[in-house]
C-alpha cells in the first residue's frame, strides 16, 4: 500500500471513530491538516466539520479539479463564514475586520495554492500566517509542525490571536 492510500485509511478511521474524531487534537485533526489543508485540523479543534469539496481532493481525477474551484470561491469573494453556514460546518468564525474589497486574484491564488479556508478567510480580512507562506520554499517542515499543532489540541482562533492574524 502506498503512502497516499495508507493516510487516506488512517484518516477514515480516526474520523469514524467518535472518540478520534470528535476529541480536541489527536490524530483526526493531525491527519486532516496532512491531507486537506494547513487549517483544516486547526478547525476541526473548534468543531468545524470537513467540507465535501475537501473529501473530493481524495477521489482519483476530481482531486484534481477541486483546486480549481477552490480558487474560483476565493477569487468571487465567498468566505468562510457563508460556507459555514450554508453547509453548516459549525465551529469558530473569523473575527476580523473585513476587508475593503473581498475577492480578487490574490484570494483566488491564495485558496487554490493554500486551500480553501486560508483563501476565504482571507475575503474575511485574516491574514495568512508565516508558516504557510515558509511551506512555499519548504513544504514539508511548516507542514508537519502545523499537524503537529493539530494534534495537540491546538485551535485556529488561538493560533491567530497569537500570530495576530485577524488585526
Given at each position: 500500500?502506498?503512502?497516499?492510500?495508507?493516510?487516506?485509511?488512517?484518516?477514515?478511521?480516526?474520523?469514524?471513530?467518535?472518540?478520534?474524531?470528535?476529541?480536541?487534537?489527536?490524530?483526526?485533526?493531525?491527519?486532516?491538516?496532512?491531507?486537506?489543508?494547513?487549517?483544516?485540523?486547526?478547525?476541526?479543534?473548534?468543531?468545524?466539520?470537513?467540507?465535501?469539496?475537501?473529501?473530493?481532493?481524495?477521489?482519483?481525477?476530481?482531486?484534481?479539479?477541486?483546486?480549481?474551484?477552490?480558487?474560483?470561491?476565493?477569487?468571487?469573494?465567498?468566505?468562510?463564514?457563508?460556507?459555514?453556514?450554508?453547509?453548516?460546518?459549525?465551529?469558530?468564525?473569523?473575527?476580523?475586520?473585513?476587508?475593503?474589497?473581498?475577492?480578487?486574484?490574490?484570494?483566488?491564488?491564495?485558496?487554490?495554492?493554500?486551500?480553501?479556508?486560508?483563501?476565504?478567510?482571507?475575503?474575511?480580512?485574516?491574514?495568512?500566517?508565516?508558516?504557510?507562506?515558509?511551506?512555499?520554499?519548504?513544504?514539508?517542515?511548516?507542514?508537519?509542525?502545523?499537524?503537529?499543532?493539530?494534534?495537540?489540541?491546538?485551535?485556529?482562533?488561538?493560533v491567530a490571536a497569537e500570530e495576530g492574524l485577524d488585526r
Amino acid at each position: 500500500m502506498n503512502m497516499k492510500k495508507a493516510l487516506v485509511v488512517l484518516l477514515i478511521i480516526a474520523l469514524l471513530v467518535p472518540s478520534m474524531a470528535f476529541a480536541k487534537g489527536g490524530l483526526g485533526p493531525c491527519l486532516a491538516t496532512c491531507c486537506f489543508g494547513p487549517r483544516t485540523g486547526l478547525e476541526m479543534n473548534e468543531g468545524s466539520a470537513i467540507r465535501l469539496t475537501e473529501w473530493l481532493r481524495l477521489v482519483p481525477m476530481i482531486g484534481y479539479v477541486v483546486p480549481l474551484y477552490n480558487g474560483y470561491e476565493g477569487y468571487t469573494g465567498k468566505t468562510m463564514a457563508k460556507v459555514a453556514a450554508e453547509e453548516k460546518l459549525g465551529g469558530v468564525r473569523v473575527q476580523a475586520a473585513a476587508p475593503a474589497q473581498k475577492g480578487g486574484l490574490v484570494p483566488g491564488i491564495v485558496a487554490f495554492c493554500f486551500g480553501p479556508r486560508v483563501g476565504l478567510e482571507m475575503n474575511e480580512g485574516r491574514k495568512i500566517r508565516t508558516m504557510e507562506l515558509i511551506g512555499i520554499v519548504v513544504p514539508v517542515i511548516p507542514s508537519v509542525l502545523i499537524a503537529l499543532e493539530a494534534n495537540s489540541g491546538k485551535t485556529m482562533s488561538q493560533v491567530a490571536a497569537e500570530e495576530g492574524l485577524d488585526r
